[in-house]
Structure formats: C-alpha cells, structure tokens
C-alpha cells in the first residue's frame, strides 16, 4: 500500500469531504453550517483505507489517539516501530502526551505550538534555543515536567532563552534579566539582570516583588 491512502489530504482522502470528515454549507448572509460528513461518518477517509489494520487499529483510529496512548502502542507489541516511539516520546517530553494524533495545528495555542516546534528541533543538533511563553496552557504539574526537558537541554552543552511570566519558571533559571520598569511604552529597559535569588533579595523590580511572594521569601 503506497503512504498516500494513508493521510487524508491525499489519495486517501474520502472524496465526499475531502478528508475534512464534516461538511461546510454556505448559508449565504447566515452564519455558515458544519455537518458530520455521511460518507465516512467523521473519520476522514475511504472505507478501503479503514479495512487496513496495525495492531488492531486503523489509521483513523490511530489519529484519535493521544500522544501519551499512541506511545504506548507504538512501543510494543505488532505496532511497535520504533521511529514513532522516538518522535513520540520527545511530545510527551514537553508536555503535549494530552493530544491527539490527528488534532489540526488551528486548534493549538501558542505555547503548544511553540512545543511542539521544540519537540520537532529536539531531534537536531542545535546550540542555542529560544522560547516564547512555552508554558502557555499547560497545568503545573506539566510546567515541571517542561523544566525538566530544559534542563536536559542545558546539561547537554545547549543554551536556552525563555520569554516568560510564569514564576516557577523564573525561579528555576540560571540567570534572568528583567525589562521594565513597566509594561509597554513604560517598560523597554533593562531594570535588573542576575540570579533569581539575587532578584528575590533586591526586590527592586515588580518582578522581584512577585517573584519574592511566589517564593515565600
């Protein structure tokens, strides 16, 4: 079977929807109407492509999967392949295990966007990263899981720049500089560059003030 049948922007596509699996309807000067696509019932492609299995599963199926439950399944067993293992397990490393395969890059935030573009260049050799609001989204305990694989990124010799509000993330940095003093047209200059504790003891910045309480110091 050619790797075209298999996505559905190409010959696998069900030629009803085009692999969207909804139809749009253009009601003119009403607001527009999507229905679930009748032909493949939703699930993108020709009833041929869906006869072909791994591991149990279709290629739709597998699109519904979430990261965390595709690693899984592609780590073992008849559908282990190590490839998408690797590819795989670098999306959970940045906290992205709670999508889905198949999820359009239109439904992503920034900060998922920005992981996952961290994910695709962790497969490269890269001396320098720079990061903007990567935390954007992501629940707490996913934020340290995030630290976690920057920190892995530094120990191997790489430097990494984060943009960032989030505290726990400024509090876990080697060295932070701090624009101010205010935001927009009252900020633009650098008020403070050091270490977090350096900026927690100084409190001369609102970021050190936050910073200081987020702490307990």
């Not at 790797?3 to 253009?26: H, K, M, R």
């Not at 992981?115 to 629940?139: C, F, N, Q, S, W």
């Not at 960032?164 to 009252?186: K, S």
């Amino acid at each position: 079977m050619k790797p075209a049948l298999f996505s559905a922007n190409s010959a696998g596509a069900c030629p009803t929807c085009n692999g969207a699996g909804v139809i749009y309807t253009d009601l003119a000067m009403m607001a527009g109407v999507t229905t679930v696509c009748e032909e493949c019932e939703g699930k993108r492609f020709q009833a041929s492509v869906l006869d072909h299995h791994l591991g149990g599963r279709n290629i739709s199926e597998v699109l519904a999967m979430s990261v965390t439950e595709a690693e899984e399944f592609f780590g073992a067993g008849e559908a282990r392949t190590p490839a998408a293992h690797k590819i795989l397990s670098r999306l959970a490393d940045v906290g992205l295990g709670y999508l889905s395969l198949g999820q359009p890059l239109t439904t992503l935030s920034g900060g998922e966007r920005q992981r996952l573009k961290l994910a695709t260049r962790m497969a490269e050799k890269g001396g320098v990263y720079v990061l903007d609001e990567p935390t954007v989204g992501l629940h707490l305990a996913d934020v340290a899981q995030l630290l976690g694989l920057l920190d892995r990124l530094v120990d191997a010799g790489t430097s990494v720049i984060v943009i960032e509000h989030h505290q726990a993330v400024m509090a876990h940095a080697d060295w932070i500089i701090d624009l101010g003093p205010g935001a927009g047209h009252d900020g633009g200059r650098i008020v403070f560059e050091g270490t977090p504790a350096d900026l927690v003891a100084a409190r001369s910045t609102l970021t050190g003030e936050h910073l200081a309480a987020y702490v307990g110091a």
